[in-house]
T-cell receptor
């Protein structure tokens, strides 16, 4: 049973564009929603995270938008750069157990 | 601070063997979680340890086990290896106060032949 659904599976964006990745969750008990970035051969790196009492969080070029009623959240990458090319995972957590989405492979073309 | 370290980085085993993977958390982090990453199933939670006790467990067979030592270092063991156990095994650590904020190591790539 997939509790966190992520889309799209892959994304190609031009340099300077906006990358948007969406996730939907089922369990309303989740209380922490992080995004991870993973480069080939590396472990996932925590990018940004949000709690359900906040609708938006911004850190640099990365923004999480959170819609509690729709049980959806998304990652926006502004001014996307070739160095942002990686796989992005959304996750949801309750009591420290992370449930991950299937991942989105982002390619930013120069 | 040094990040999460995992050893070995690569392992090749044959079916039926057992394997032990090691994880050293970030200094001061007392919670250690293990995840399996495969192309087909993605990232899946195995178990979490805190203060030498398993606090959380995922849906994996009993062949997968782990333990944590008093210095917070953790090991996971897989017995009677199957081809399907080939995966990247990731360890993540966190503090007790921010147990959701997990920092991952580089992983151990296990190949079962």
């Amino acid at each position: 049973q997939q509790q966190v659904k992520q889309s799209p599976q892959s994304l190609i964006v031009q340099k300077g564009g906006i990358s948007i990745i969406n996730c939907a969750y089922e369990n309303t008990a989740f209380d922490y929603f992080p995004w991870y970035q993973q480069f080939p051969g590396k472990g996932p790196a925590l990018l940004i995270a949000i709690r359900p009492d906040v609708s938006e969080k911004k850190e640099g070029r990365f923004t999480i938008s959170f819609n509690k009623s729709a049980k959806q959240f998304s990652l926006h990458i502004m001014d996307s750069q070739p160095g942002d090319s990686a796989t992005y995972f959304c996750a949801a957590s309750k009591s420290g157990k992370l449930i991950f989405g299937q991942g989105t492979t982002l390619q930013v073309k120069p | 601070k040094a990040g999460v370290t995992q050893t070995p980085r690569y392992l090749i085993k044959t079916r039926g063997q057992q394997v032990t993977l090691s994880c050293s958390p970030i200094s001061g982090h007392r919670s250690v979680s293990w995840y399996q990453q495969t192309p087909g199933q993605g990232l899946q939670f195995l178990f979490e340890y805190f203060s030498e006790t398993q606090r959380n467990k995922g849906n994996f067979p009993g062949r997968f086990s782990g333990r944590q030592f008093s210095n917070s270092r953790s090991e996971m063991n897989v017995s009677t290896l199957e081809l399907g156990d080939s995966a990247l095994y990731l360890c993540a650590s966190s503090t007790q106060s921010s147990y959701n904020e997990q920092f991952f190591g580089p992983g151990t790539r296990l190949t079962v032949l």
